[in-house]
């Protein structure tokens, strides 16, 4: 009776912390995703193709300017047009889908932490990846990576818990996490590709060797990786295999080429040194970063169940950490698989901390203070300098930047006080954990993150948006209902989006000289930074029509007949 009593108490306990965390994720990641335009280029790349297919009702390709984009799998895109199915096609409906998987991530991560130890690590666990800056940022974009990191991370995860059955365990039990743990995996390459089941299966096999040295037995055996690989591959073949049918090789060879170029040579902009991802990881994670600097040597010291998990998260940081630095390409969201594993030694710390096994060092109570400070100043003076543009315009030479820094761009002067109420709540949260109130403490530090990045996407993101876009966006939107041709002088996928490009429209075969001096048959427009707008303007056809943000809008009429 009374182990009855406790289990339905402790299950009564895990459904109103659910509860809680859906609903205070709901409040912070599903109102206002539309406050802000798509930024360029992977926001409006997705929705773009997302919208391509409810104006096509081709599904099955996905698809940029009406033409085939090898560069993507469709899975992230076809939620993209289910919400814009049912929302329109706006900000908010292609942002929906990364704010519903914050919501289940969230609530995946607590009923796992729950699982391998109890409530107060899932609920640790949680407020962590919440409370720290990109983990919670990316959950109120566009792009791909939060849906894909999940997927992966289930994927792995159901490998863990069929490793980790006892010999005794009915054979059908290991198989069915097997055949879940390849099928995440197919749905994460459904996604964004191969490297979903070069990640995992990297994983799993240096796992897998560890585990055969510490224990002397196979946690994987060779039908136990065919039967993962088969379903991984018969999950994934429900769009490759489909579009290999319909178009032949060329498309999935394209695509396969296209990644391998990525990982071989820098996208342009996107050429970082080796320890990019070291820096964005370290920075771009706090505080959970800077907690979980401790765990990495002590987390897998033990050798029960959950120190075994804490072994494959390292491995799994470890794997994606490696791969996306030794790839030319850089971009900070590549390594942000490494979130999962990162926040959940971060909760490895918090737990042991306050069970009185390990130690809070005073070192890192200064390092929180000192780089959590120095991001509340940042927050604090951006916008006051930036709104007094004038200050800083005389140490400025170049005529881009001037012309950004003179956007008509209106602030209500209040701005700051979101970096200088960040600074009282770091230090107020570095003193609770100073005076060793470590609960409380790690809360307030993971909350007043979260609070901040909130506050900041309301009311400052718009600003940033309207100093690098708002200009070219909002002209693009007023030639929605007009037939013509637009371009760019730079890479965009702007125009498509918000111009509401159709069919043929603006082919990307169009020749920028040709629409400047040949026999168009309808207006052109064309879009150039400051910086490249002497190009366009040798053609005395093209008529300047505005300067503005550091944009300069041309345009073409349509000749009149000889």
Excluded at 253 to 281: C, D, K, N, T
Excluded at 455 to 464: E, G, S, Y
Aim: net charge neutral; aromatic share 20%.
């Amino acid at each position: 009776m009374t182990t009855f009593f406790s289990g339905s108490l402790q299950t009564s306990l895990a459904v109103r912390y659910s509860l809680t965390i859906a609903a205070i994720s709901f409040a912070f990641f599903v109102p206002f995703l539309g406050a802000v335009h798509l930024f360029d280029w992977d926001e409006i790349n997705f929705a773009e193709s997302a919208r391509e297919m409810l104006v096509t009702g081709n599904y099955t390709r996905v698809q940029i300017n009406f033409e085939p984009f090898w560069e993507k799998p469709p899975l992230f895109i076809w939620l993209q047009a289910l919400s814009m199915h049912l929302f329109g096609v706006n900000e908010f409906a292609a942002r929906l889908p990364n704010a519903l998987c914050g919501i289940i991530t969230l609530l995946v991560l607590f009923f796992i932490g729950r699982r391998l130890y109890d409530e107060r690590f899932g609920l640790f666990w949680a407020m962590a990846y919440f409370g720290s800056f990109l983990p919670h940022f990316y959950f109120k974009t566009a792009i791909i990576d939060p849906v894909f990191n999940l997927f992966i991370f289930l994927g792995v995860y159901c490998f863990f818990l069929a490793s980790t059955l006892e010999e005794s365990s009915s054979l059908w039990q290991r198989r069915k996490y097997l055949v879940l743990s390849g099928a995440f995996i197919g749905l994460g390459i459904l996604t964004k590709g191969p490297v979903a089941l070069l990640v995992s299966g990297l994983s799993g096999i240096i796992y897998t060797l560890i585990s055969f040295y510490r224990f002397r037995r196979w946690v994987l055996t060779l039908t136990d990786a065919i039967l993962f690989g088969v379903v991984a591959l018969v999950v994934s073949s429900l769009w490759y295999g489909l579009e290999t049918v319909q178009h032949g090789w060329w498309f999935l060879w394209s695509f396969i080429s296209y990644q391998i170029g990525l990982f071989r040579e820098p996208v342009a902009g996107h050429g970082q040194p080796f320890y990019y991802h070291f820096m964005v990881l370290l920075f771009g994670v706090f505080p959970a970063s800077f907690i979980a600097l401790p765990a990495f040597r002590r987390a897998a010291a033990d050798r029960d169940t959950p120190s075994s998990f804490a072994l494959l998260m390292i491995i799994l940081f470890g794997v994606v950490l490696t791969i996306f630095s030794i790839s030319t390409t850089k971009i900070a969201h590549y390594s942000s698989l490494c979130y999962f594993p990162l926040t959940f030694l971060a909760t490895h710390q918090i737990y042991h901390v306050l069970s009185g096994k390990a130690v809070w060092r005073a070192a890192a109570s200064v390092a929180c203070a000192v780089f959590g400070g120095l991001v509340a100043l940042l927050l604090t003076l951006f916008p006051i300098v930036i709104s007094h543009s004038s200050w800083i315009l005389p140490f400025i030479t170049d005529e881009l930047v001037r012309a950004v820094l003179q956007s008509p761009v209106a602030w209500s002067g209040y701005e700051w006080l979101i970096g200088a109420v960040y600074f009282v709540l770091i230090m107020f949260s570095v003193w609770l954990l100073w005076q060793q109130k470590f609960e409380f403490g790690f809360g307030a530090l993971f909350l007043s993150s979260a609070m901040t990045l909130h506050f900041f996407t309301l009311f400052i993101a718009p600003k940033v948006e309207a100093y690098t876009q708002a200009e070219p966006i909002r002209f693009y939107q007023s030639l929605q209902d007009e037939d013509c041709y637009i371009v760019t002088g730079y890479k965009s996928y702007a125009p498509y989006f918000y111009a509401r490009l159709r069919p043929n429209q603006s082919p990307s075969t169009l020749d920028h000289e040709w629409l400047a001096t040949g026999p168009i048959t309808k207006p052109a427009y064309f879009v150039a930074k400051l910086d490249g707008a002497k190009w366009y303007e040798q053609f005395p056809e093209l008529k300047v029509i505005k300067r503005s943000g550091g944009y300069v809008f041309f345009k073409r009429e349509v000749p009149a007949s000889p």
